[in-house]
């Protein structure tokens, strides 16, 4: 059984940076297409970022373009979210999501296995 634990979320002020890490087990990450999602409040699960299997290509929703950068270690079985210049609008849980096959890399049903996610608060 494929499990995803995500870790680094917080809070934090406008600006400011975090760096989440979402950890695997259970099975075969180098195989998996990873990606990003977020939900805030009253809101719909919105795709953030998502990475190949060998992390050679990546994809950002326009709304972090620039400011969050995904990646990979396939060594650590643990896919990263960089996040940088942070806005009161990124406020939301962020889960990440793991893909057996992949369609439409931005489109939350095309994900298999997903973490139960960590919160992210950016305030002053």
């Known amino acids: 059984q494929v499990q995803l634990v995500e870790s680094g979320g917080g809070l934090v002020q406008p600006g400011g940076s975090l760096r989440l890490s979402c950890a695997t087990s259970?099975?075969?990450?180098?195989?998996?297409?990873m990606g990003w999602f977020r939900q805030a409040p009253g809101k719909a699960r919105e795709f953030v970022a998502a990475?190949?299997?060998?992390?050679?290509?990546?994809y950002a929703a326009d709304s972090v373009k620039g400011r969050f950068t995904i990646s990979r270690d396939n060594a650590k079985n643990t896919v990263y979210l960089q996040m940088n210049s942070l806005k009161p609008e990124d406020t939301a849980v962020y889960y990440c999501?793991?893909?057996?096959?992949?369609?439409?890399?931005?489109?939350?049903?095309?994900?298999?296995?997903w973490g139960q996610g960590t919160q992210v608060t950016v305030s002053s």
């Open positions: 999501a793991a893909a057996d096959t992949i369609v439409v890399h931005s489109s939350p049903i095309d994900y298999d296995y």
């Open positions: 990475i190949n299997w060998s992390g050679s290509y990546t």
């Open positions: 259970g099975g075969t990450f180098s195989s998996y297409f």
